[in-house]
């Protein structure tokens, strides 16, 4: 290939898709542009009382159409035709009813408003009941625990579990619906005309780690265990797959239609899907033995071992061990928080809600005096509350909290749980408070490195990126002294989409494999937070506090 071949890789997250265009010889991101959804941005379709959390596809499409475009446009005239490959990553588990063409209902008449016609996004929590429903059963049918590679306890937050939700919440869609796809399935699929749910390339990664497919029982799990869940799901397995790929291999070639669309060539290669953090893992510069922590909403945390390390052990309480979902050739094995910066932007919205009530409430100069007041507060909130966060010596707080706002998900899912703070006096303060809560989404990334550990996976180093990781450096410092390790963090503030594209530049044949990309690509480390040897010192009798805590409240955090 040419020095001056282009990659391209498009990051779809929580609010928005983003992509990058990549030198594959340098790694240099020499353009890039992020194009927010706007039905998403419009609170359209989600209910957050109930948890539910829906996007549309159209958002998914005219998205990626206009930031590819736009990215292209910051590199040059002509630049598509340099492209060689194209990445993409995708939240997860975020699936959707298709017909037997592959098209999202709510691309199809009468669907076009039903949220249940639509991709569920990774962060809906409608189907605990059917979560627990699936975890009851694989654990007393009488055969194989279909859950022991997904840490032994399968989520609300997965494939399944969704799924059931709607077959049993819609008959319209459970009557249309011929099959289901993962997000990070169906838009490869749909930039190469692939889209037939039988012969659709489907993702090692999600399949792995969010449908319990394994090859020990050749794919998904079997008729007779999934009927014994809910009868409602007879057929299904046979309508779905059988195969899956892990992403440095190729789905297709792209359309004339999309090359048209997108300004690129037809026929450029497009990889394989994955999930965001798996691919976000690849950009990190994953290495045996280094947690890399992808730090934003919530947190995935990503390790990659041999399968000489691993064996036939099952690591309990996390989110999977996957064959080649990270790395092909090595064990992927994922663990997370279901909130981290979100618990932060938890606790500005409760302290904003008397401006944003007063602004709501008046009228004319007044509102917008409001208004103007309300979005400066706002704006600088987190990082007020922060400095003076950093000013409180924990051992002078009576202040603790548990970080399950939006349920745990390791160690052990349980999306039923709720979060607390205790401790609470007629001294606590804004700033108080504040701490407590970056100290739990702390101590909840403790529990997983301790979880880890516990199972035999040894942690030598930590590696984190994400808005997080690239903007505060007091939650940095605080997780760093309380996991008691350094933390590097990624230089690149793309690094999902970076891994996008060293996936695809392997599957695209620029490069002959994941770590030959990876070291050509790589955008390296441009800080490191070391812990303070005191502070790591009380933080490890802190930690029991919140061990202890976490054991003794979770009966009553039970929201079920």
């Given at each position: 290939?040419?020095?001056?071949?282009?990659?391209?890789?498009?990051?779809?997250?929580?609010?928005?898709?983003?992509?990058?265009?990549?030198d594959s010889a340098s790694g240099k991101e020499l353009g890039t542009d992020v194009?927010?959804?706007?039905?998403?941005?419009?609170?359209?379709?989600?209910?957050?009382?109930?948890?539910?959390?829906?996007?549309?596809?159209?958002?998914?499409?005219?998205?990626?159409?206009?930031?590819?475009?736009?990215?292209?446009?910051?590199?040059?005239?002509?630049?598509?035709?340099?492209?060689?490959?194209?990445?993409?990553?995708?939240?997860?588990?975020?699936?959707?009813?298709?017909?037997?063409?592959?098209?999202?209902?709510?691309?199809?008449?009468?669907?076009?408003?039903?949220?249940?016609?639509?991709?569920?996004?990774?962060?809906?929590?409608?189907?605990?009941?059917?979560?627990?429903?699936?975890?009851?059963?694989?654990?007393?049918?009488?055969?194989?625990?279909?859950?022991?590679?997904?840490?032994?306890?399968?989520?609300?937050?997965?494939?399944?579990?969704?799924?059931?939700?709607?077959?049993?919440?819609?008959?319209?869609?459970?009557?249309?619906?011929?099959?289901?796809?993962?997000?990070?399935?169906?838009?490869?699929?749909?930039?190469?005309?692939?889209?037939?749910?039988?012969?659709?390339?489907?993702?090692?990664?999600?399949?792995?780690?969010?449908?319990?497919?394994?090859?020990?029982?050749?794919?998904?799990?079997?008729?007779?265990?999934?009927?014994?869940?809910?009868?409602?799901?007879?057929?299904?397995?046979?309508?779905?797959?059988?195969?899956?790929?892990?992403?440095?291999?190729s789905a297709g070639g792209l359309t004339e239609e999309w090359a048209k669309r997108?300004?690129?060539?037809?026929?450029?290669?497009?990889?394989?899907?994955?999930?965001?953090?798996?691919?976000?893992?690849?950009?990190?510069?994953?290495?045996?033995?280094?947690?890399?922590?992808?730090?934003?909403?919530?947190?995935?945390?990503?390790?990659?071992?041999?399968?000489?390390?691993?064996?036939?052990?099952?690591?309990?309480?996390?989110?999977?061990?996957?064959?080649?979902?990270?790395?092909?050739?090595?064990?992927?094995?994922?663990?997370?928080?279901?909130?981290?910066?979100?618990?932060?932007?938890?606790?500005?919205?409760?302290?904003?809600?008397?401006?944003?009530?007063?602004?709501?409430?008046?009228?004319?100069?007044?509102?917008?005096?409001?208004?103007?007041?309300?979005?400066?507060?706002?704006?600088?909130?987190?990082?007020?509350?922060?400095?003076?966060?950093?000013?409180?010596?924990?051992?002078?707080?009576?202040?603790?909290?548990?970080?399950?706002?939006?349920?745990?998900?390791?160690?052990?899912?349980?999306?039923?749980?709720?979060?607390?703070?205790?401790?609470?006096?007629?001294?606590?303060?804004?700033?108080?408070?504040?701490?407590?809560?970056?100290?739990?989404?702390?101590?909840?990334?403790?529990?997983?490195?301790?979880?880890?550990?516990?199972?035999?996976?040894?942690?030598?180093?930590?590696?984190?990126?994400?808005?997080?990781?690239?903007?505060?450096?007091?939650?940095?410092?605080?997780?760093?002294?309380?996991?008691?390790?350094?933390?590097?963090?990624?230089?690149?503030?793309?690094?999902?989409?970076?891994?996008?594209?060293?996936?695809?530049?392997?599957?695209?044949?620029?490069?002959?494999?994941?770590?030959?990309?990876?070291?050509?690509?790589?955008?390296?480390?441009?800080?490191?937070?070391?812990?303070?040897?005191?502070?790591?010192?009380?933080?490890?009798?802190?930690?029991?506090?919140?061990?202890?805590?976490?054991?003794?409240?979770?009966?009553?955090?039970?929201?079920?």
């Amino acid at each position: 290939m040419a020095n001056d071949t282009l990659i391209i890789g498009i990051d779809f997250g929580t609010d928005s898709v983003r992509a990058v265009v990549i030198d594959s010889a340098s790694g240099k991101e020499l353009g890039t542009d992020v194009a927010w959804y706007p039905r998403w941005a419009d609170g359209a379709y989600c209910d957050a009382g109930r948890n539910q959390f829906r996007q549309h596809p159209k958002d998914y499409v005219e998205s990626m159409e206009a930031c590819v475009k736009g990215a292209l446009k910051a590199v040059g005239a002509k630049s598509g035709s340099r492209v060689a490959a194209i990445g993409i990553d995708t939240t997860g588990s975020t699936p959707c009813a298709v017909d037997k063409s592959g098209t999202p209902l709510a691309l199809t008449k009468g669907f076009e408003e039903n949220p249940n016609a639509m991709f569920v996004l990774w962060k809906d929590h409608t189907a605990v009941r059917e979560a627990e429903l699936i975890n009851a059963r694989a654990r007393g049918w009488g055969g194989t625990d279909f859950t022991k590679y997904e840490g032994g306890v399968y989520s609300s937050e997965w494939f399944w579990s969704k799924i059931l939700h709607v077959l049993r919440e819609d008959p319209r869609v459970r009557s249309a619906a011929f099959s289901w796809v993962e997000h990070c399935d169906w838009m490869p699929a749909l930039l190469t005309g692939t889209t037939d749910p039988l012969t659709m390339k489907r993702s090692r990664c999600a399949a792995g780690h969010k449908a319990m497919w394994h090859p020990d029982w050749e794919g998904l799990p079997p008729e007779e265990f999934l009927v014994k869940v809910d009868p409602l799901l007879r057929g299904l397995r046979a309508r779905l797959y059988k195969d899956t790929q892990t992403s440095d291999q190729s789905a297709g070639g792209l359309t004339e239609e999309w090359a048209k669309r997108l300004g690129l060539k037809a026929g450029t290669a497009v990889a394989v899907g994955a999930f965001d953090a798996h691919m976000g893992g690849v950009g990190g510069e994953i290495t045996e033995r280094t947690l890399v922590k992808i730090m934003g909403t919530s947190t995935c945390d990503m390790l990659v071992a041999p399968r000489r390390v691993v064996g036939n052990k099952c690591v309990a309480g996390i989110c999977g061990q996957v064959d080649g979902s990270i790395i092909p050739g090595m064990v992927g094995l994922e663990a997370g928080q279901s909130a981290f910066g979100d618990v932060y932007a938890w606790f500005k919205d409760v302290l904003s809600w008397p401006l944003d009530d007063a602004a709501r409430a008046a009228r004319g100069a007044a509102k917008k005096a409001l208004e103007n007041v309300r979005d400066e507060v706002e704006a600088a909130l987190l990082d007020r509350l922060a400095a003076e966060a950093e000013k409180v010596d924990p051992k002078d707080s009576t202040v603790a909290a548990l970080d399950w706002m939006n349920g745990r998900r390791t160690p052990f899912a349980d999306q039923g749980l709720s979060g607390a703070v205790v401790g609470l006096t007629l001294g606590t303060t804004a700033p108080k408070i504040f701490r407590a809560l970056v100290e739990a989404t702390a101590f909840g990334s403790r529990a997983i490195v301790e979880q880890f550990r516990k199972e035999g996976v040894a942690i030598n180093a930590v590696i984190a990126q994400g808005g997080i990781a690239r903007k505060s450096p007091f939650v940095m410092q605080v997780t760093a002294d309380i996991l008691n390790m350094p933390i590097r963090v990624v230089a690149s503030d793309q690094a999902c989409a970076l891994g996008a594209g060293m996936l695809a530049a392997v599957a695209g044949g620029v490069h002959g494999s994941v770590p030959e990309a990876q070291k050509k690509m790589g955008s390296g480390f441009d800080k490191v937070f070391k812990p303070d040897r005191a502070r790591a010192s009380l933080y490890q009798a802190l930690y029991k506090r919140y061990t202890d805590l976490a054991r003794s409240l979770e009966p009553l955090l039970k929201t079920l």
